[in-house]
């Protein structure tokens, strides 16, 4: 569920001309030394290169972690100000490592106990910015982090070189409108005119496996006994001995992404609820096992002694096998990576739960009615954090890109993603849009899109409906499928978080666009309030949850006449994608295979009054864990008129306390709803051929 909003121009931070050295210079003498100064000679950058940037609080750490990670022998550290305990065990982790730490912070904006944890750091040389008193050579620019990382083989060979420790984060640029063209940085490979380069990449991540094996290549080998002028150097290599070297490089390379999994899946196993990942895993085990077996053939043809331009043409086959096995796990790993954090760890939990709970008992339902094989059961999706205005999926077989490179090059995911903002896990009530992107996914794993088209057409064009509305409804479509199940699957909330969602300037909501595939939101949000009647016939519950939410919309935004005459269309909508026979389902409606029960909205309300108050907790597995986010976002909303009302939030605390209290409780409502257990996928042959199909897409 993505929002179309426009995009403004990005002003820099502080006043001035933009000059800020220039302004720092032309203020008084007394606050500025021109003499103090530091004299710094930059060398320029001739090679590749590749800069990303991140906004705070958002991105920085990602950022910050990826360029720690990559380091191999030291790191420069100007730190501003540093409060959050990961932040500081990243560069606890980066010593753990070996690497040598000095680092610098800023007096200023330096207070409590944050000294105290930075100069914790054992190991680390820690040194106070000459920004104190009244010398501001530092806190002119305003950074709050400058890292700086150095390549410690060419350290050691003593060629001159610039910085190679490239910070390379997982995007979380706005989705594209258009298909996306790479921009990665290359570097030659003395590839023929026309042939791709291969992608450089000197970033790294840290691992049990790859710290050991970096330790053991920097151990000197002892000399033999033989006659110093017989003695092996280095850069006296025959082209034989060139070819066995590289053969050996390659196989080392070869090695290291099975280690990594395999370090990942036991760091996952000891310290996560391996439960929730255990088929995403499992079939992300068999999607690398398949590159890394492509990639062992190759190594198995490669022989120093079979001809020179023979070896060259396999070798470069084969670093670009080992970039397209890399450039997948760097995909996943990221978002893997931050369950670790104590700060994600539960409310990542929460959001994977949430969408399993979505997922799975409609794909259980389709198995029981023979729609679909049981080996054709799919990995749920995988939820990950981003900084976006409103969550996405990228469904099972698409190709993620941020609108200027796909991050899988050819790639397509053998697992559906998705997007959840960062900001949403401060109020895990906004997490009903899973239900809404589940929805999509559903609709791709099942392959409803073709016969959904052509039922809506036919269901339209049967009411009589004006041939220009039957065309605007059918680009619509999938968004519009998505919240029908949406609310099959979360009830009145699920409209009712949407709405908040849509709170925008007039002209957004109310404006047509016809390359935007979302329903223009003032009739989007009347058709979800429309559709909530039609959830269980003849109750005056959700009659009255239908008719609040179209109150409170048309309050907002009273009019679009442009788009008025839409709402005559939608019992054709609901009957073609909803209540329509489709043969994809054995002649089964999309409704039937998500029930929306009034037992279950009675449950999501008790559970709301818990959520707000905490008093009567719903008993252990009682509702689905969907069903908690939904009732959180009612026990928001109650929360707040409440408080308008003048009694507070509710509870006797006063507004901030009980949605804070909200997001806690609705964590742990949802772990004790959750079915414990695996939450094991299919695990025939046929299904991990099917995965495994998946390296036969990837293309560099």
Partial sequence: ?????????????????????????????????????????????????????????????????????????????YIYNVSADHMVALLADALARGVALRLMYDTHDTRGDERDKIESLEGAEVKVAPSTGRRDVFTVCHQKFAVIGRSSSRRRTGVTTRSSARARPASWSPRPTSRATSQRSSTSTG??????????????????????????????TPRTSRDDTHTPRGDEMSSTEAA????????????????????????????????????????????????????????????????????????????????????????????????????????????DTVAWDCYRPVMDRAVQ????????????????????????????????????????????????????????????????SLQHEVGHDLEADLKLRPQLLASLQDALETANTPDEHVQTWLAWEGEIFADLVGLQLGGPAFSLGLMHLLLLP???????????????????????????????????????????????????YPDAPNLTAFK??????????MDSKLAALKNKTVRELMPFTAADDVRIRQAAGFLQTGNNAPGSQSMPPRHAVSAARLAAAAAVQADLNGGGGGGGDDLGTVLGKINERVVELIRDQAVPGLRAGETSNAHKEFVASFADRVEV
């Fill in 1 to 77: 569920m993505k929002v179309s909003i426009p995009r403004g121009t990005v002003a820099a931070n502080g006043g001035g001309t933009g000059d800020e050295l220039g302004d720092a210079l032309a203020g008084p003498a007394t606050l500025f030394d021109p003499a103090r100064v530091p004299q710094v000679d930059v060398d320029a950058v001739v090679e590749p290169a590749d800069i990303r940037a991140a906004v705070s609080p958002d991105a920085s750490y990602r950022l910050v972690k990826a360029a720690l990670d990559a380091a191999e022998e030291s790191v420069d550290l």
């Fill in 191 to 220: 590839a023929s005119a026309g042939t791709p380069p291969t992608s450089r990449r000197t970033s790294r991540r840290s691992s049990p496996r790859r710290s050991s094996n970096r330790m053991r290549s920097r151990r000197s």
């Fill in 369 to 432: 009615a023979n729609i679909v094989p049981a080996a054709q059961v799919r990995e749920p999706p995988l939820t990950y954090l981003t900084a976006e205005f409103s969550p996405a999926t990228w469904v099972r077989g698409s190709r993620p890109n941020d609108g200027r490179e796909y991050h899988l090059g050819q790639a397509t995911l053998p697992i559906p993603v998705i997007e959840v903002p960062w900001d949403h896990l401060g109020n895990l009530w906004e997490l009903v």
């Fill in 568 to 577: 005559a269309d939608f019992p054709a909508v609901f009957k073609g994608l």
């Fill in 506 to 556: 007039t002209a957004q909501v109310t404006t047509y666009s016809a390359e935007d595939p979302h329903p223009t939101h003032w009739i989007r949000v009347l058709m979800n309030a429309a559709y909530i009647r039609t959830l269980v016939a003849n109750n005056q519950q959700l009659e009255d949850a239908a008719g609040a939410i179209e109150a409170t919309w048309t309050e907002l």
């Fill in 244 to 351: 066995a070297l590289r053969r050996e490089e390659l196989a080392r390379r070869v090695a290291a992404l099975p280690a990594e999994v395999q370090g990942w899946s036991d760091r996952a196993r000891n310290e996560l609820d391996m439960n929730a990942h255990f088929s995403q895993l499992e079939a992300l085990g068999v999607f690398i096992g398949a590159l890394v077996d492509r990639q062992q053939t190759l190594l198995d043809d490669l022989h120093a002694d079979g001809g020179d331009e023979p070896f060259r043409t396999t070798a470069f086959d084969l670093v670009r096998e080992i970039i397209k096995g890399q450039r997948v796990w760097d995909f996943f790993r990221d978002k893997l990576e931050l369950r670790f954090s104590p700060d994600f760890k539960d409310v990542l939990w929460a959001a």
